[in-house]
């Protein structure tokens, strides 16, 4: 009963056309309805009423944005057409735990066209020959049942999908702020063309020695130093030339 106060009371207090989730689990329905849940939750987008002993859809409010609706642990047994007049954009609807036994009473889910996800676990209807095929037959809208699709394959955590947008988000702002690629490395590329000199300072000109000349093996270092020798030679002769005509000269004019 204390549970029932708190939850209504609760309601009372938030703003219910501002409340897109609520969860509702444990709390105690009164004649198939929980106190405080009207039709004034207009962008109210999940609810969860696990274990509250719903016997009957009949009173739900129409939640026109409703998508997730959790009905788990409860005795709903039948009724379920409710479901499409009253949240007509479910997609994923979970009915464990309840006392639904047959084909019959989930058919009713057909005119819910965004469905995608049902759970039917620990209901007597699991208990069907060829289950599975006949659900998946039945709602042809459906991917998943009970977790897993045809091909028994997990459905995806909608927690990670949501965790998986946040990081390329961030991937992208990285890049933003990294800036376009090639801005830095023109910049860094004309740095390097420069001249490590400073202001005023001229490059030395080297000159290669006489054994670093291009052209010369050891062989021909030996014939350039002979050459220059003969050079030597010649010139040294020149010199006693001129010195010996001055003398002939003066010979010739005694004589």
């Not at 676990?121 to 998946?136: G, H, P, V, W």
Request: net charge negative; glycine share 8%.
């Amino acid at each position: 009963m204390e549970m029932k106060k708190r939850i209504t009371l609760e309601l009372r207090n938030r703003a219910p056309e501002k409340v897109t989730e609520l969860v509702l689990d444990n709390c105690r329905s009164s004649n198939g309805e929980i106190e405080g849940l009207n039709d004034s939750f207009k962008e109210l987008e999940f609810l969860s009423m696990a274990n509250v002993e719903l016997t009957s859809l009949a009173k739900l409010p129409t939640l026109s944005k409703l998508r997730k609706l959790e009905l788990s642990d409860n005795i709903i047994s039948g009724g379920l057409e409710v479901l499409a007049e009253r949240c007509p954009n479910l997609t994923y609807l979970n009915l464990s735990g309840n006392k639904i036994k047959d084909l019959g009473t989930v058919e009713a889910l057909q005119n819910l066209k965004n469905l995608k996800s049902l759970d039917l676990f620990n209901c007597e209807i699991t208990n069907l020959e060829d289950y599975r095929d006949s659900i998946f037959e039945l709602l042809q809208q459906i991917t998943y049942l009970d977790g897993f699709d045809q091909e028994d394959n997990e459905a995806p955590d909608s927690e990670d999908d949501d965790d998986e947008e946040g990081d390329e988000d961030d991937d992208d702002e990285d890049e933003d702020e990294a800036g376009p690629p090639g801005e830095y490395e023109e910049e860094d590329d004309e740095d390097d063309g420069g001249s490590d000199l400073g202001e005023g300072e001229e490059e030395e000109e080297v000159v290669p020695s006489e054994h670093e000349q291009p052209g010369l093996d050891e062989d021909d270092d030996d014939d350039y130093v002979e050459e220059g020798g003969d050079e030597e030679e010649e010139e040294g002769i020149r010199g006693e030339k001129r010195k010996r005509d001055p003398e002939d000269e003066g010979e010739e004019e005694e004589d």
